[in-house]
């Protein structure tokens, strides 16, 4: 018997153990053709309380066995639930299994006369056991915001009559879609949902002119942190409408404050049967 196999001394069960920050590049479908994608892959398996320990070497061999470089798979979504698959398979004493992929993703943004492909983070997982399973897809962006209570203020105390000036936020927004089924979601498709959702999106080049107008578009659209996130989760109800109805819709953002010593953070969450439909003609 080898050790890993014995009992341990406090007979309790891990819920997670295995490998983190596994370094992967997959060859994965896009709108735009093949795209090589660095992955940054966690995988986990749960140990009951009899053992004292997993073979961790059996989470390396769970990745797929096509030694191409880069490997091929048709979505991320598809390259971790082999994994996950093969993880029960190989540690045949675990219940469930947790498979994670972090990255970069370039993805197209236009917003009035700009446009151009800009960086968001994606995070995608599966979990759970054979029968079982739960998708998640989360995307992170950059945008900014116009705090509106400083601008109604400073429009009150000088009279003025057009655009009043007021403090701005750098925030970072994540948006999730959670499934019991793998069903495709659009890494685009969410970063689009998710750019309305601020008082303008960020760019990474700006020349003088288009900075000016981005600034003056973010004052005409003035949000709280509040507006960011039930915003983008008004966005991301609008694609996905092919989804069950148990479908979990998500959204955080953290604000960067400009006057104040601390950030700012909110959170929402609904399901997709309860979730009204609105304003979908803005981003279709």
């Known amino acids: 018997m080898e050790i890993q196999d014995k009992e341990p001394d406090y007979n309790i069960p891990i819920n997670r153990v295995g490998f983190k920050g596994l370094w992967k590049r997959v060859l994965i479908e896009s709108p735009i053709g093949p795209m090589p994608i660095d992955l940054e892959i966690n995988a986990y398996i749960e140990i009951p309380s009899n053992r004292k320990g997993a073979h961790l070497s059996r989470n390396i061999e769970a990745l797929p066995e096509n030694m191409e470089f880069p490997e091929k798979a048709w979505s991320i979504e598809a390259y971790l639930e082999k994994i996950h698959s093969s993880l029960l398979t190989l540690h045949n004493y675990a219940e469930s299994a947790r498979v994670e992929a972090k990255t970069k993703y370039g993805v197209f943004l236009k917003f009035n006369e700009l446009s151009n492909i800009e960086p968001v983070e994606v995070q995608i997982s599966v979990d759970g056991s054979k029968k079982k399973k739960r998708w998640s ?76 107008n981005l600034v003056i578009s973010a004052h005409k659209n003035p949000k709280f942190v509040e507006d960011v996130v039930r915003d983008a989760i008004k966005y991301l109800r609008c694609i996905s409408d092919k989804l069950p109805e148990n479908t979990i819709i998500k959204a955080e953002a953290i604000s960067f404050e400009s006057i104040h010593p601390h950030n700012v953070y909110a959170y929402a969450e609904g399901r997709l049967n309860e979730l009204p439909k609105k304003d979908c003609e803005k981003i279709c």
């Open 137 to 212: 897809i989360n995307v992170g962006l950059y945008g900014m915001t116009v705090c509106p209570s400083a601008q109604s203020t400073i429009s009150n105390m000088l009279n003025i009559k057009s655009i009043s000036p007021s403090h701005s936020q750098k925030v970072l927004l994540y948006g999730y879609i959670e499934t019991d089924k793998n069903y495709l979601v659009r890494i685009e498709d969410m970063a689009k949902c998710l750019s309305f959702a601020f008082s303008a999106p960020s760019f990474t080049l700006l020349k003088r002119y288009q900075e000016a």
